[in-house]
């Protein structure tokens, strides 16, 4: 149930995206967002997947992973598809019975929609999988660092996000590990009732909430035992440096983004 779940995991590499800058990939990331929320027209979306496909190639990453990183968002995105189906009332009705009205607007919407949503995940995912955290860390903490002189503490910030998504995998391989030992006592996840499954789940949420607790204090026991302090007096074993191939992604992303608005500009 939980092996299929990619978010925070790194897929280890030397692609050329492995090797960007990670501030370079944070701030194409926030690009690349801007790029799919500024789409308002649907054959626009093939820009951002033929840019999603390619950068996936470009790292070398096995597609299944991009496909499993949109699993666990399914349901969301069932509903996300339901709700615009049944609450935009714009266009031919297509099905018009009782209170049940669909028309092509609400459609067209839906898919517009779950487009959208599915880019969003499947092209953010990208970044953590070529990622290493601790490079993740470093690259936040050196983009909110011009912020320190307002008093923000960017390493604090960066070191509590880059944690969280290091233990989504610890996390999930807890609850898969719980949930067989479970099964083995005769639990039943899957042919009981959705109340019952529901119920079912306490006997993994409980003992999970202790282990990641438990997990906490020793890392914050094992921080302190070697003089952690914060970000004050901090050095780093590897200095981030920007190369060439970071430029050519910016400007690739860059001119994508431009591309977009002043197609919708001038035609629209």
Not at 56 to 74: D, E, T, V
Request: glycine content about 6%.
């Amino acid at each position: 149930m939980f092996k299929d779940i990619t978010l925070g995991q790194y897929y280890p590499g030397d692609s050329v995206v492995h090797k960007l800058d990670p501030r370079t990939k944070i701030v194409l990331m926030i690009a690349y967002i801007a790029v799919v929320f500024a789409i308002s027209e649907m054959w626009l979306f093939s820009v951002a997947a033929a840019f999603v496909v390619f950068t996936a190639a470009l790292s070398r990453l096995p597609f299944s992973y991009l496909w499993k990183s949109l699993k666990p968002l399914k349901w969301v995105l069932v509903f996300m598809f339901v709700l615009n189906v049944f609450t935009i009332k714009t266009g031919k009705a297509l099905v018009d019975w009782w209170v049940i009205k669909i028309t092509v607007g609400g459609v067209l919407q839906a898919l517009f929609v779950l487009i959208r949503l599915t880019l969003l995940v499947a092209g953010t995912s990208l970044m953590t999988l070529t990622t290493t955290p601790i490079a993740l860390t470093d690259g936040l903490e050196k983009l909110l660092s011009p912020f320190k002189r307002i008093g923000f503490p960017a390493h604090e910030l960066a070191m509590m996000m880059t944690i969280a998504l290091r233990f989504i995998p610890t996390l999930l391989e807890e609850a898969d590990k719980i949930m067989k030992a479970q099964l083995s006592r005769g639990a039943d996840f899957e042919t009981c009732g959705l109340v019952k499954r529901a119920k079912s789940m306490i006997p993994i949420i409980v003992p999970l909430f202790v282990s990641a607790f438990r997990r906490a204090d020793e890392l914050a026991m094992a921080m302190e035992s070697r003089c952690y302090h914060g970000g004050e007096g901090r050095t780093r074993m590897k200095q981030l440096k920007f190369c060439a191939s970071d430029g050519v992604a910016a400007l690739l992303v860059f001119v994508m983004l431009g591309a977009i608005i002043a197609v919708q500009a001038v035609w629209y």
